[in-house]
Every structure is written in structure tokens, then in C-alpha cells.
């Protein structure tokens, strides 16, 4: 595995925060292969180097990447409500730690990630990073006419600057149609929102892919693990060294 900052290897161990790290540093109590660190942004390469905190030897745990095809009518919380169920209760012997990476709506389906790794989520999450998200929206209604200029210019929101897609394909069909509309963010129900002030109503919205990850054949409902292949262009597109394989 690929060197990372010593700050980052103490929060996967658990040992802090990214930002209790740099003060966990600076206490004297991380010792790397014996000796005290210049700060926590030294390398580490871990299964080479031995931090240890307080004499005791850190490790880091293997780290999880599960894709599911979300179905219609789960939740995206980890616990179920009255009348819907969650989609954690699709993954199979999840492990510890497991964190769902955004959101999809209730009525929403297509694929959702599932991690151990409380940063790469956050990257791909945060609109800083612009992680692209795919989406087949099945439509009532066509586009306005001046759909396109209204998309280049953006779809003002009552949060945030205003929402614009990266592409975009619209086919027609009975009853409307197919969208096809690419992402760089996740604000909530911001494809429904967009979609609305171009004329269209929602009949269906699948999530496609997210960043490198696409869906696929896999069935409704059902979780995968992630490939190494996937997970290493995964890590490469959030600018992060991909975890040792497990």
C-alpha cells in the first residue's frame, strides 16, 4: 500500500479525529518505528512503518466498499421508519463502521455506495471535489424549450449557487421521455428540483454511476463488494492511496 499522512492513518485506526490527530501528534504519545514524528503530515506506509500510541501498536482495520442497487420505498437512514425500511437492512453481515455515501429519496432507486472509510466518503460527497453522479430520469412531459440555455445558466436553488449539470441527453417517448443528466454534487433532491423547473415531472430517477462505479446488471436489491479495480480508481479519482487489499 501507498505511503499516507500520519494524521489519516490515526483516524482509520480509530486513535482520533483527523483534527485531534495534529494535537495527538504534538502530545508526544505517536511514536513512528520508535521515534517521535516531526508532525501529522509525515508519511507512513502502513504494514511497513509501527505507529504506536502510548507504547501500544496501531493497525488499521480492512476497509469495506459495497455497492447496492437501492429499490424504490427504502430509506436511506440507518434506521427504518413506520412505513419504510432502511436500506442497511439490504446489506448482508455488514461490518462495523459502515456509512452510506449520500443520499437517495425514498422513491429513488439505482446505486448506493456503502464504506468503512469516513474520509473518502466525505470526499465524495463534498462539492469541493465534484465526484460526477449519472442519472436515467424517466420523465412526464418534455423540456421546456429553452431547456438547454436554462441548464448552461443554471437552476437557481434556495440554497447554495445554482445547480448545473455536467451533460445531459434528453430521448423522447411516450409519455415524455428519458433524461439521462450527469452531476458534480448531491444537494437533496437536486435532480427532481432541476427537472421541475425544466417542465417535467419525475415517473422514475435511477442513479447510474457514481465517479468511476457504475450499477450495472446488478439486480434490485441487491449489495456487492467493490473490486479492487473499482476501489483503486475510486481512491485515484478522490486524490487519496487506495487501502491495502483485505
Not at 446505486?111 to 460527497?125: H, K, V, Y
Request: net charge positive.
Amino acid at each position: 500500500m501507498s505511503a499516507v499522512r500520519l494524521a489519516r492513518f490515526l483516524a482509520r485506526a480509530g486513535a482520533a479525529s483527523r483534527r485531534g490527530a495534529a494535537e495527538l501528534v504534538a502530545s508526544g504519545r505517536v511514536h513512528v518505528n520508535g521515534a517521535l514524528p516531526f508532525g501529522p503530515g509525515d508519511p507512513v506506509e502502513p504494514g511497513k512503518d509501527r505507529v504506536t500510541l502510548d507504547g501500544k501498536a496501531l493497525v488499521l482495520p480492512h476497509t469495506a466498499w459495497i455497492a447496492l442497487h437501492k429499490p424504490p420505498g427504502c430509506v436511506t437512514s440507518r434506521a427504518a421508519t413506520e412505513r419504510y425500511p432502511s436500506v442497511f437492512d439490504l446489506v448482508r453481515n455488514a461490518p462495523a463502521g459502515l456509512v452510506a455515501v449520500g443520499r437517495l429519496d425514498v422513491l429513488s432507486e439505482g446505486l448506493l455506495l456503502f464504506t468503512t472509510d469516513g474520509e473518502a466518503a466525505n470526499r465524495l460527497m463534498h462539492p469541493r471535489y465534484q465526484v460526477e453522479r449519472t442519472y436515467r430520469v424517466f420523465v412526464s412531459g418534455k423540456p421546456r424549450a429553452s431547456a438547454r440555455e436554462v441548464l448552461v445558466r443554471g437552476v437557481a436553488l434556495d440554497e447554495g449557487p445554482p445547480a448545473r449539470p455536467t451533460a445531459w441527453t434528453y430521448t423522447p417517448g411516450e409519455g415524455g421521455g428519458e433524461i439521462e443528466v450527469t452531476l458534480g454534487e448531491g444537494r437533496s433532491r437536486v435532480v427532481r428540483r432541476m427537472l421541475a423547473a425544466l417542465g417535467c415531472g419525475v415517473r422514475r430517477l435511477v442513479r447510474e454511476s457514481y465517479g468511476p462505479i457504475r450499477l450495472g446488471n446488478l439486480p434490485s436489491g441487491k449489495a456487492r463488494p467493490l473490486t479492487a479495480r473499482e476501489i483503486a480508481a475510486l481512491y485515484a479519482a478522490l486524490g487519496l492511496a487506495a487501502p491495502a487489499a483485505g
